[in-house]
């Protein structure tokens, strides 16, 4: 067996990681990092009050999006030396699009049957139905696409949660809890 030089073997390992990087849900890590779409990221608006995002890709699911932004939320808390932290605001907004692709054994530029023919039943043709339209078949695969995108205002406290607020956490729980479930860079 002859051995691949080297420039093609590079080219193909760089082609396979791009396309499993794309099959792969968006990691917890900072937005931008290794030049990837999607993570977290974070705004100080005052000494104990944040704005926290993290932004998935179209295989990262809504329930994955929302833990990695508590999580930052927690690790933030603890980072900045509190104990709680309390969503002021909170939201996840969904970014659909639908994609469509030729059908490859239908379409119109179908290598075996050459340029605009191609098998169909839909072309009627002087009285009957033809298995052959001109124009080739219109079928398409259509595919929904939703990336997820969360964010929340938080502000942070020292001491025990307070009681009355559904909305705080205790940082170091939510840390506890929530790190093992969550995709790492690298992993």
């Known amino acids: 067996m002859r051995a691949l030089p080297l420039k093609t073997l590079a080219v193909t390992l760089a082609a396979g990681l791009a396309l499993a990087a794309c ?3 968006t990691p917890y890590q900072p937005a931008g990092f290794n030049g990837q779409r999607g993570g977290y990221a974070e705004q100080r608006l005052e000494n104990n009050r944040f704005r926290v995002s993290f932004s ?11 833990m990695s932004l508590l999580l930052r ?15 002021v605001n909170r ?9 469509s692709t030729p ?6 530029y179908n290598s075996f049957y050459g340029p605009y023919w ?13 298995p052959w339209d001109r124009w080739g078949a219109n079928d398409f ?22 009681a009355n607020d ?3 956490f205790d940082a170091r729980e939510v840390v506890q809890n929530l790190s093992a479930r969550v995709t790492r860079p690298g992993a």
């Open 23 to 25: 099959a792969t849900a």
């Open 56 to 66: 998935g890709n179209s295989v990262t699911s809504r329930d994955q999006v929302e």
């Open 73 to 87: 939320s927690a690790e933030l808390t603890v980072e900045s030396g509190f104990d709680w932290f309390s969503t």
């Open 91 to 99: 939201a996840t907004d969904r970014d659909t699009r639908f994609v």
């Open 103 to 108: 059908d490859p054994f239908y379409s119109r």
């Open 118 to 130: 191609g098998p169909s039943w839909r072309y009627y043709r002087s009285g009957f139905w033809s």
């Open 141 to 162: 695969d259509v595919r929904q696409v939703d990336r997820y995108e969360a964010n929340a205002e938080i502000i942070m406290g020292r001491g025990p949660k307070p």
């Open 166 to 168: 559904p909305n705080a």
